[in-house]
């Protein structure tokens, strides 16, 4: 029997063990991988944000999308960002020719998300054009993306 107790310690298969395992994460941090998308006003008209994003360990990144309804592209650019906890801190790079209507524009837009995980799972907050070129079309000072 004695022999029986002392298996069952060495497994941890004794009610009452509570070591956690090697590399368990301390905090919850949910996952952005995958495509998000939302509307904005792009000169007053209604457009599609889609971010194909993959993440590793903190880090984000991906292709940026926005487009009419009728598939035209209005712009591409790439996000880079970092993720800790369920705050997303951004940058879009969008190079000349990145926006197709204005090929010689180019600039930044930035912000930080808060991701909310449920049925739908959002990102959620402002963006802001950080540099350009030339006057970007984009309004509108907050953005919500939905899980897809």
């Known amino acids: 029997m004695r022999r029986f107790l ?12 509570t070591e956690k395992s090697p590399g368990a994460p301390s ?11 939302g509307d904005l006003m792009v000169d007053g008209v209604t457009g599609r944000m ?5 993440q590793t360990d903190s880090t984000v990144g991906g292709p940026v999308l926005v487009s009419l309804p009728n598939g035209t592209v209005l712009m591409n650019g790439f996000l880079t960002g970092t993720l800790t906890g369920t705050t997303l801190q951004y940058l879009i790079n969008v190079q000349p020719g990145g926006i197709p209507t204005r090929p010689e524009c180019g600039g930044q837009l930035a912000g930080t998300m808060t991701v909310a995980v449920g049925l739908p799972s959002t990102l959620s907050g402002p963006m802001a054009i950080t540099s350009s070129t030339c006057v970007l079309p984009l309004t509108g000072p907050s953005l919500t993306l939905v899980k897809q």
Do not use: Y
């Open 6 to 17: 002392v298996f069952l310690a060495c497994t941890g298969l004794l009610a009452g063990c």
């Open 27 to 37: 905090t919850f941090q949910p996952g952005v991988t995958g495509t998000w998308a």
């Open 50 to 54: 889609t971010w194909t994003l993959v």
